[in-house]
């Protein structure tokens, strides 16, 4: 089956610092990648869909200068949080798909601390 | 709106059958998916109904009333494991609209 990866699982950081999130996708080309935030007993919220080569688009209420979003070749997909304050602690989540409305395939998630 | 709600938890005991119950609504449909997730973990799919009707994989189906604008998730013969989160998510043009989430508690 489709796999996606994450890197890191966990990360800690201190305020006003900058994390980059990786997402590639192993086994597959993903034209299109999600990036969805999780809250603690809450539902999955997308953040922002990229397609390879051009801009991401951007959920209403996310601020994409606050969420610098990559998908720079058909594997990979990074997601910086810039000047992460408390508040942007949670678990991001990355999903890939070969096509915009084929089946999305998801990452393991990443766990950010921001202290 | 756009919007799915389903139950925020349900209990239920080894062995027995539990539906989970997921109603939408939205402009545009485009089918109704499952996912299970553990704590910690990444979503895991589950089930797919793209038409009405009852799809079938193992001890999990799902079944769809576009008309109705429901779904279920049914879990047979539950085990321990199955405790987890199930969301239903719908797709909107190639997005996934997740619910709130029902989390299911096992007991032996």
């Known amino acids: 089956g489709a796999v996606v990866s994450q890197h890191p699982s966990r990360v800690i950081c201190k305020s006003g610092t900058s994390v980059k999130i990786e997402c590639r996708s192993l086994?597959?080309?993903?034209?299109?990648m999600f990036w969805y935030r999780q809250f603690p007993k809450q539902s999955l919220m997308l953040m922002a869909t990229s397609n390879e080569g051009s801009k991401a688009t951007y959920e209403q209420g996310v601020e994409k200068d606050k969420f610098l979003i990559n998908h720079a070749s058909l594997t990979l997909s990074t997601l910086t949080v810039t000047s992460a304050h408390p508040e942007d602690s949670s678990f991001y989540i990355c999903?890939?798909?070969?096509?915009?409305?084929?089946?999305?395939?998801f990452g393991p998630g990443t766990r950010l601390t921001v202290l | 709106g756009q919007s799915l709600e389903q139950p925020s938890e349900v209990t239920a005991v080894e062995g027995a059958i539990v539906q989970i119950n997921c109603t939408y609504q939205t402009s545009g449909f485009y089918g109704l998916s499952w996912y299970q997730q553990h704590d910690g973990g990444a979503p895991t799919f589950l089930s797919y109904n793209g038409l009405d009707g009852l799809e079938e994989t193992g001890r999990f189906s799902s079944f769809l009333s576009r008309s109705d604008s429901y779904g279920y998730l049914l879990l047979q013969e539950l085990q321990m494991k199955d405790s987890a989160s199930y969301f239903c998510?719908?797709?909107?043009?190639?997005?996934?609209?997740f619910g709130q989430g029902t989390e299911l508690s096992v007991k032996p």
């Open positions: 998510a719908y797709n909107q043009g190639g997005k996934l609209i």
């Open positions: 999903s890939a798909a070969d096509t915009a409305d084929n089946e999305q395939f």
């Open positions: 086994d597959f080309q993903a034209t299109t």
